[in-house]
């Protein structure tokens, strides 16, 4: 008796188009555990296209930005990282001073992440004093946040895909020498493309 009610709601169930007990063990059209039954579109919506800096891009960065500090009679030290911030390239002059590998590092992190040169003002570009600068670098980390110029954002077509920074000369020259190397790829310092 069983075995016919359960026979006579499984037709039921097909006419239906519910599953049946053997199907329910085969996957669905969509089932969520195998992401080949998913459609193409509503997987595009889970990824992004992104740019990204190569190591030709980031050596070209730091050869160009070691050759005008030479030009310049400084010694530096300059650190590139990619989008996230982590560290590509990083090079100290011979008789650079050995501090300058974090405040270059930092230059580095600091634009990325601002997607901005770096500067004396806020992440939006608010004025600073004494108090809110220490406490931004506290806040964010004295890894990631300085006041100091001499970082720039390498921008891509509005992307951000990196951040030189350089460190070892005065603040005007080491942001001139950042922003001459990222030029020399092509890329701009800024997302509008200036």
Same mark, same amino acid.
């Given at each position: 008796?069983?075995?016919?009610?359960?026979?006579?709601?499984?037709?039921?169930?097909?006419?239906?188009?519910?599953?049946?007990?053997?199907?329910?063990?085969?996957?669905?059209?969509r089932?969520?555990?195998?992401?080949?039954? &998913?459609p193409?579109?509503h997987? $595009?919506?889970?990824? #992004?296209?992104? =740019? @990204?800096? *190569?190591?030709?891009?980031?050596?070209?960065?730091?050869?160009?930005?070691?050759?005008?500090?030479?030009?310049?009679?400084i010694?530096?030290?300059?650190?590139?990282?990619?989008?996230?911030?982590?560290?590509?390239l990083?090079?100290r002059?011979?008789?650079?001073?050995?501090?300058?590998? &974090?405040?270059?590092?930092?230059? $580095?992190?600091?634009? #990325?992440s601002? =997607? @901005?040169? *770096?500067?004396?003002?806020?992440?939006?570009a608010?004025?600073?004093?004494?108090?809110?600068?220490?406490?931004?670098?506290?806040?964010?980390?004295?890894?990631?946040?300085t006041?100091?110029?001499?970082?720039?954002?390498?921008?891509?077509?509005?992307?951000?895909?990196?951040?030189?920074g350089?460190s070892?000369?005065?603040?005007?020259m080491?942001?001139?020498?950042?922003?001459e190397a990222?030029?020399?790829?092509?890329?701009?310092?800024?997302?509008?493309?200036?």
């Amino acid at each position: 008796m069983r075995a016919q009610v359960r026979c006579r709601r499984a037709a039921l169930r097909r006419r239906a188009g519910a599953p049946t007990m053997a199907s329910r063990n085969e996957p669905s059209e969509r089932d969520p555990m195998n992401p080949a039954s &998913h459609p193409a579109s509503h997987t $595009a919506s889970y990824t #992004a296209s992104a =740019k @990204r800096l *190569t190591n030709a891009g980031a050596r070209q960065i730091l050869e160009t930005a070691m050759e005008k500090a030479r030009a310049a009679g400084i010694q530096v030290a300059v650190a590139i990282v990619d989008g996230g911030g982590n560290l590509l390239l990083l090079e100290r002059m011979d008789t650079a001073r050995f501090h300058l590998v &974090h405040s270059s590092t930092t230059k $580095a992190r600091c634009c #990325a992440s601002n =997607k @901005r040169p *770096t500067t004396s003002k806020g992440a939006v570009a608010q004025p600073l004093d004494v108090a809110h600068a220490l406490g931004l670098a506290l806040a964010a980390g004295p890894e990631n946040w300085t006041a100091m110029e001499g970082g720039c954002p390498i921008i891509f077509d509005g992307e951000c895909v990196g951040g030189v920074g350089v460190s070892g000369g005065s603040w005007d020259m080491d942001a001139q020498i950042a922003e001459e190397a990222v030029r020399s790829i092509g890329a701009s310092v800024s997302i509008d493309g200036k």
